[in-house]
Every structure is written in structure tokens, then in C-alpha cells.
């Protein structure tokens, strides 16, 4: 046995149950905050690099690495010492099953603002309102009295520009956009427009998986400023043993064991933690008399990638647990119980007993109705996992429970694609079509009448290719 060289311990916890206990210790990344969320560990040349470069006059700064390298984490921390100093902080995120819903990582925070936030009295403010209220809708119809596209989209996004200023008031503006690899168009259209408001001190950082700007939508060609690219590589082995000495609630630890951690995981944080979690589950690590403890280097189980790790603590829970998490997966990063349970056909009680067994390994976040997977990448192992023929049904299943609720027309299209089904399919991408025409999301609503046209030619519906290709000619490109 080997000691870990422990400081002061923290707690003594035994057996099985600190398992649900040592996530606590993790430092947040990945967008997940816990208790160490004012501490960043191993980053900070990095962060000093930030906020220089949004120091030097840099407004649109990109975050860009492998998943769970850490961009969100980082990002944070720079908006967290950015709010220190006097900004307003707002926070959006892209969804790869929101990707044909225009503006989505913008609504949440637009939505929020709107209840708290008060525009001025006047004509233009009134109109403003007018133009936001109609964002935040579901409605597929176009504003009243507005004729011109272009005239349209410059009244949203003045309404937005001016909201945006009552939220903030004088001081500056930092805002968050995690996953733009998945950005809709008009999302990017809007990010040129606040850029070009010169009279608004304004700083977008963005996150992205590395490589993936410039191929997921042709509008990223459009942003009027270049993005300031900064690559997260993974931590350096010194990184990888402060992170783990962080873990644990130590000053520090072997040179040996965190040698062993990065060389299996090539210093990426998510799968440090996720090997992490693996020795305290196998064993391998343990608290012993309040102090760490782990077996020697060659008796260790570490695992051979965060896939695996992930694969094997899901295989700890009851099977009834697993399929759970397997149907949430499909639904999305974030999604809500409800259309869990309409698309898997469990019961309430069933879903929130399994929901509550999976938050204790760490594995999702619970808040009211609303699940969020801890990071993507557990998602998207999840996700994997499923056979095609039941992938293909718990779309087809979510499709259905989404359209029958206030879920964006873009959203269930996604769904009923991914169900290979392209009639119902064809009907939601002519709605998503209608609905980014409504909100002035021009380029959008000609990329969902193509797919539709598509989606009728492989159905041999000529009456709606005929509709579609209609909708197309009528279009107006701003």
C-alpha cells in the first residue's frame, strides 16, 4: 500500500458510499459547478493569456480543444474575474438537437432578461418589446405589419441590442457561448450584429470541439470580426498532478501515480476524473484511518479511455437505471422528465427513482424537471450505446411526445430525421421553415424548404415539394 501524502482529511466515508461522495471533491469542469468552482487548477498561463488578449481590445474569443479538455471550465473562470471587475455576465448554449431552432442559445438568457429587465417607455421601446415577445413565441406566422426581411431582422436585432443594454446598464458586457460547432445561422447573424455596436463594450467568448468552426454552417464566413482562435491543449503532467491532488482535498501527490493518470490519459481533465472515479470503484484507491490511500502502480485498474470509464460506472447501476439514462440520451444534452416520460412510456415514479440513482454517481444534474448530463461526452456515450433499431425508435417516440408539446417546430424535425422517418419529418421541416422565416432567420428558413424539398422527392409527395418549392421562390434573402 502507498500513501498519498494527504493534508488535513476532509471526511471518512467507507465502503460504497464514497462513491456518491468523491465527485464532490472534483474540480468543476465541463460546465458543471460544485464546491471547487473557485478553484482552477493547472490552467493558469492560460488564463493570463485570456485576459491579456480581452485586455488588448480582442471582442470575440474562441475556445477550442477536444471534449472535456476543459474550454468550458476556463471560460468561466475568465467571465467569473471579468464579473469581478464590473461586467454582467449572460450565458448561452448550443444543442446539437437544437441546431435547427434559430437563435437557441440566445433564447434562454433573452427569455430571462424580458421577466427582469425594464426597457424605457417610449415608441421605439415599445416596439422593441413587440419584436421580442414574438421571438419567444412559438408562432409560425409573421409579425404584423412587417413586410420587408430586412426591415424585420433589423428590428429584432435592435430589439435584442437594446434589451440586452437594459440588462447590463453601463457596466460591460461578457457573454458565454458554449458548443458553437453546433450554432444555427441566425445565432452567428445575430453575434455579427452585436459586434458591430461599437457603442457596446462587449466580449463574446465562445467554446468549440477543435476543428469544427467553418464546417457545420456556411454562415460562420459572415462574423464581420475574425475570431481570436486560442487552442486548450490538455494539461502538462504538472497540471495532471495538481488536478488530482485537487481531487482528493491534497496538497499534493506521487509523482509515480500522477505519471501513471497522464500517461493513460494524455492529461485531458474529464478522463483524469473519470479514472479517477474508476480507482475509487475498483478499489484501487481508498480512505483508510483519514487518509488516502492506493495500491501499488501494478496492481492499479486504470481505464483505457473516458468511454470505457463512463461504460463502466454506468454498468454499476440496476439495468431499470441504465435503460433510463440510455432513453435521456436521446432527448439531449438538457432535456425535461416530462418528455422523458412520454417518450420511453415509463412511469413518473420509475423515471425520478432512476434519475435520483444516476445524479448520485455524478453522472447527470437534477434541477426541478429539468436533467442535464454532466458533460457531452457522457451523453454521447449513453447515446452509442443504443442499438440502431431502438435508437431510431426513441426518436420516432420523442418526436411524437415533443410535437405534442411547446418544443420548437427545428427540434422535432431533428428528431423525426434521426427516426427515418421523412414524412412526419417533411411536415416539421416546412414548420421550422415557416418559423425562421417568422423570426427573420432568412437563411435558415431556405436551408429547411431545400430539406424539404428533398424529404418530398424521396416520399414522391409532389403536392408539398410543390409547397416548398413555392415557399422558396416567395423567399426574400436579406
Known amino acids: 500500500m502507498t500513501v498519498m501524502k494527504p493534508a488535513e482529511p476532509r471526511r471518512e466515508t467507507a465502503g460504497a458510499a464514497l462513491a456518491t461522495e468523491f465527485p464532490r471533491y472534483l474540480p468543476a469542469i465541463g460546465g458543471c459547478f460544485g464546491p471547487h468552482s473557485d478553484t482552477l487548477v493547472g ?25 472535456g479538455v476543459g474550454k468550458t471550465r476556463l471560460a468561466h473562470e475568465v467571465a467569473r474575474i471579468l464579473h469581478d471587475r464590473g461586467s454582467i455576465t449572460f450565458r448561452g448554449a448550443c444543442d446539437e438537437t437544437r441546431a435547427l431552432v434559430p437563435y437557441s442559445p440566445f433564447l434562454g438568457q433573452l427569455r430571462a432578461l424580458l421577466d427582469v429587465a425594464r426597457l424605457p417607455a417610449g415608441v421605439d421601446h415599445a416596439r422593441h418589446r413587440t419584436y421580442l415577445h ?25 430589439a435584442v441590442t437594446a434589451l440586452l443594454s437594459a440588462g447590463a446598464g453601463s457596466k460591460p458586457v461578457v457573454m458565454l ?20 455596436q461599437h457603442d457596446q463594450r462587449l466580449v463574446i467568448l465562445g467554446t468549440c470541439r477543435e476543428g469544427e468552426p467553418g464546417g457545420r454552417h456556411p454562415q460562420w464566413a459572415n462574423v464581420a470580426e475574425p475570431w481570436t482562435v486560442k487552442k486548450i491543449a490538455p494539461l502538462t503532467r504538472e497540471g495532471t498532478a495538481a488536478f488530482i491532488a485537487a ?29 479517477l472515479l474508476a480507482a475509487l470503484e475498483a478499489g484501487s484507491v481508498f480512505r483508510e484511518s483519514g487518509r488516502w490511500m492506493r495500491r501499488k502502480i501494478g496492481e492499479m485498474v486504470v481505464p483505457r479511455s473516458v468511454r470505457a470509464a463512463i461504460c463502466k460506472r454506468v454498468s ?90 411547446a418544443a420548437p417546430a427545428g427540434q422535432v424535425a431533428w428528431h423525426y430525421v434521426r427516426a427515418d ?34 424529404l418530398a422527392q424521396e416520399v414522391g409527395d409532389r403536392g408539398r415539394e410543390s409547397e416548398a418549392r413555392a415557399r422558396l421562390r416567395g423567399h426574400v434573402a436579406p
Request: aromatic content about 4%.
Open 177 to 196: 457561448l458554449d458548443d458553437l460547432q453546433w450554432a444555427d445561422g441566425a445565432s452567428l447573424d445575430l453575434l455579427r450584429h452585436l459586434l458591430s
Open 247 to 275: 481531487a482528493v482535498g491534497q496538497e499534493n501527490v506521487s509523482a509515480e501515480f500522477a505519471n501513471l493518470l497522464h500517461r493513460t490519459t494524455g492529461g485531458n481533465p474529464l478522463e483524469i476524473q473519470e479514472a
Open 316 to 405: 454499476r447501476l440496476t439495468p431499470e437505471v441504465q435503460e433510463v439514462l440510455r432513453e435521456a440520451s436521446v432527448l439531449g444534452q438538457s432535456l425535461d422528465c416530462e418528455h422523458l416520460r412520454e417518450a420511453s412510456g415509463r412511469e413518473v415514479g420509475e423515471i425520478e427513482a432512476a434519475l435520483r440513482k444516476a445524479s448520485e454517481t455524478g453522472l447527470i444534474r437534477m434541477s426541478g424537471r429539468v436533467v442535464a448530463f454532466r458533460h457531452v461526452v457522457i451523453r454521447e456515450t449513453l447515446y452509442g450505446t443504443l442499438s440502431t433499431r431502438r435508437r431510431t425508435r426513441l426518436h420516432a417516440a420523442t418526436g411524437e411526445a415533443l410535437a405534442g408539446s
Open 43 to 67: 490552467r493558469g498561463e492560460e488564463l493570463s493569456q485570456l485576459l491579456a488578449t480581452i485586455a488588448s481590445g480582442d471582442r470575440l474569443v474562441l475556445l477550442a480543444g477536444e471534449a
Open 134 to 158: 414574438h421571438l419567444l413565441s412559438r408562432s409560425e406566422a409573421p409579425l404584423p405589419n412587417v413586410v420587408d426581411p430586412r426591415e424585420g431582422r433589423e428590428g429584432l436585432f435592435a
Open 421 to 454: 422517418d421523412p414524412e412526419q419529418a417533411l411536415s416539421w421541416y416546412l414548420a421550422a421553415g415557416d418559423r425562421a422565416e417568422a423570426v427573420f432567420a432568412h437563411c435558415d428558413a431556405v436551408c429547411h424548404y431545400r430539406t424539404a424539398v428533398r
